[in-house]
């Protein structure tokens, strides 16, 4: 099922509300759902799947944004009736040269929302296995860091070896933790 398709989409992942800007580019299969993103996005973030996520994206059809994902019985008061099931969905029902963009929201209490942008359709090669990190800068945000606000403090303390918060720091994010580090080969699907 997933080598019967002919073309890659390469997608830009990009952080927002980070500066200097943290950012991925993989290419998937044109066949994957919304749910195989999730995961490729999860893998290219270096993230756990600890958390709810959804996608929002203009449905052509409708003219209206839908969101897209998986209900949980966690959060049953926030879904509601209108979540278009992941699973099921199919990304090139949605990514159109014309429809480039999809919001990914992770991590509802830290907010982390990660614009997902078509770059390109590009067809199929043969020798690669996809999906594929091809490109990206600076190392992602850590889970469970506390936001927007959580991560720029760790960055303040990471700065200060004499700051009292450094070496429990240290220890959480592992010692070869390095912000600015990243390197595509390392992305593992």
């Known amino acids: 099922m997933k080598n019967t398709f002919k073309n890659?989409?390469?997608l830009k992942l990009s952080m927002k509300g980070i500066v200097p800007q943290i950012w991925r580019r993989i290419q998937v299969p044109e066949n994957y759902t919304f749910l195989d993103l999730h995961?490729?996005?999860q893998a290219a973030m270096n993230w756990e799947d600890y958390h709810l996520h959804e996608f929002e994206m203009l449905n052509l059809k409708t003219g209206k944004l839908d969101r897209i994902g998986t209900k949980s019985d966690d959060y049953e008061d926030f879904y509601d009736e209108s979540l278009v099931p992941e699973k099921?969905?199919?990304i090139s029902n949605y990514f159109t040269l014309e429809n480039k963009e999809a919001l990914y929201r992770y991590d509802f209490g830290d907010n982390w929302q990660?614009?997902?942008r078509l770059e390109k359709i590009l067809p199929r090669k043969e020798e690669v296995e996809y999906p594929v990190c091809t490109a990206?800068?600076?190392a992602a945000v850590p889970e469970d860091i506390g936001g927007i606000w959580g991560y720029e403090n760790m960055?303040?303390?990471l700065k200060d070896p004499e700051h009292e918060e450094y070496e429990?720091?240290?220890e959480w994010l592992g010692e070869d933790f390095d912000p600015e580090y990243f390197d595509p080969?390392?992305?593992?699907f």
């Open 136 to 138: 990206g800068k600076r």
């Open 39 to 41: 995961y490729a996005i």
């Open 168 to 170: 429990d720091t240290i």
């Open 88 to 90: 099921k969905t199919k």
């Open 185 to 188: 080969k390392d992305v593992s």
């Open 8 to 10: 890659i989409y390469q």
């Open 155 to 157: 960055l303040e303390i």
């Open 114 to 116: 990660v614009k997902v």
